[in-house]
């Protein structure tokens, strides 16, 4: 199913997504086997394309695509990898048009390479890029495609969901307290962001810093909390010393997949931090956390009723989800066909989610602050930091250092890229 909340985002109602995975090897990697890697993952799940229904109720679905952007490999070597990576979302991945992803490679004056995937995100999140590549790698098929069905077929099947259980879930409201007790509790814990909570986003700050992933474990282990806990607590310590109001409020995606299949498959959940929880504390934040139920629609109510309603309305309704005043996605352990590119060694890795194009003639309005991505491959830890409010982040360089310092008081020392 097309997640049609990005899809939206993608057609300037929101924060504009794109995934994007990196590598770093440490000889300089022939344009034979990159060239090779772009036809498997042409091939693979992230060539296609959304094709809109022609049946009023029916849902966007997906048809395969062979169009793509041709392999990038720039000549002159590159001295900061962070900046030209940023540079590589500059081009245009449409879901709808295609092609929806590109990849490129410079590079390094230590006569290494850098290279660069990126994909919109309505085509994948962080874990379906990472399987994307797992699958052009190692030469496995990629997941079957859903089984298509008419757009007659989708919308009956849409419309009905909506009307049985959106009347079943008002009956409910009108003869259960219980249920109205719900529905209060919802609202309470997810309440729509306000106008004076919002910030323009005109740009944004990057930074990318490995560490080791034995130091990592030991310093949360120390403190009585999870790897997962120490990033939470580091999100929350580089956003205060950047003078972020606190307490700080998280979104954490928690991934729901039961398959390699690349689609957006996520709930949301959000965790309430200060600077003065200890590992302990934010480990049992987290717990309660990922008890309640996820961020989405009202208990009893079919998340299927924006798909069903006019754009503009369903904007409205769907504008600043899942958004706080930050974001912290662990894409967790990586796998071991990335370690390498054909011969060539694979030295690094990291996955975020980047936002192109915002400029003051093209800005954004949203709640997030900073966004935090963790992966874990080989013996290190590598966390890319995006900043997107310029009153706190103004440049990668200050994030970096911030970050590098916040590490050190964990004892933890860190090598950016």
Request: proline share 7%.
């Amino acid at each position: 199913m097309v997640d049609e909340i990005f899809l939206r985002r993608h057609h300037g109602y929101g924060m504009p997504i794109v995934m994007q995975g990196l590598w770093r090897t440490v000889e300089t990697v022939d344009a034979g086997v990159l060239q090779s890697v772009h036809e498997a993952l042409s091939r693979g799940a992230l060539g296609r394309r959304v094709v809109r229904p022609r049946v009023p109720g029916a849902r966007p679905r997906w048809e395969a695509s062979t169009e793509t952007h041709p392999l990038r490999y720039d000549t002159d070597p590159v001295d900061d990898v962070v900046a030209w990576a940023d540079a590589q979302t500059d081009v245009d991945v449409d879901p709808e048009y295609g092609p929806a992803w590109a990849l490129s490679a410079a590079p390094t004056p230590d006569g290494g390479t850098v290279i660069s995937l990126i994909c919109s995100h309505v085509v994948a999140d962080a874990r379906g890029l990472v399987s994307a590549v797992d699958v052009a790698l190692t030469g496995k098929p990629p997941a079957p495609a859903p089984l298509r069905t008419s757009d007659a077929a989708d919308a009956a099947r849409t419309v009905g969901t909506v009307l049985i259980r959106g009347v079943t879930a008002s009956l409910g409201l009108v003869f259960s307290a219980a249920r109205r007790r719900e529905l209060r509790e919802f609202r309470d814990a997810n309440p729509k962001p306000q106008p004076e909570q919002t910030h323009i986003a005109t740009g944004t700050a990057t930074a990318i810093l490995d560490v080791d992933a034995a130091a990592w474990d030991a310093a949360a282990q120390a403190g009585g909390g999870t790897a997962n806990g120490l990033f939470l607590a580091l999100v929350t310590a580089i956003a205060d010393a950047a003078g972020v109001p606190m307490p700080l409020h998280i979104s954490v995606p928690v991934d729901t997949r039961d398959s390699d299949t690349v689609d957006n498959a996520m709930v949301i959940t959000e965790v309430v931090t200060t600077p003065e929880d200890s590992l302990a504390d934010i480990r049992q934040l987290s717990r309660a956390a990922f008890d309640r139920p996820p961020m989405g629609a009202p208990s009893g109510f079919p998340e299927e009723t924006a798909q069903i309603l006019p754009d503009r309305i369903a904007n409205h309704l769907t504008s600043g989800a899942g958004e706080r005043d930050a974001l912290c996605s662990n894409i967790g352990r990586l796998p071991d066909a990335l370690a390498s590119l054909g011969p060539y060694r694979t030295t690094g890795v990291a996955t975020r989610a980047v936002h192109p194009g915002l400029t003051v003639d093209r800005a954004a309005a949203t709640t997030t602050r900073l966004s935090g991505y963790l992966c874990s491959y080989d013996d290190t830890y590598t966390l890319s930091l995006v900043g997107v409010d310029p009153e706190y982040f103004g440049d990668g360089a200050g994030l970096r250092d911030n970050a590098v310092t916040q590490l050190g008081k964990w004892g933890l020392s860190a090598q950016s890229w």
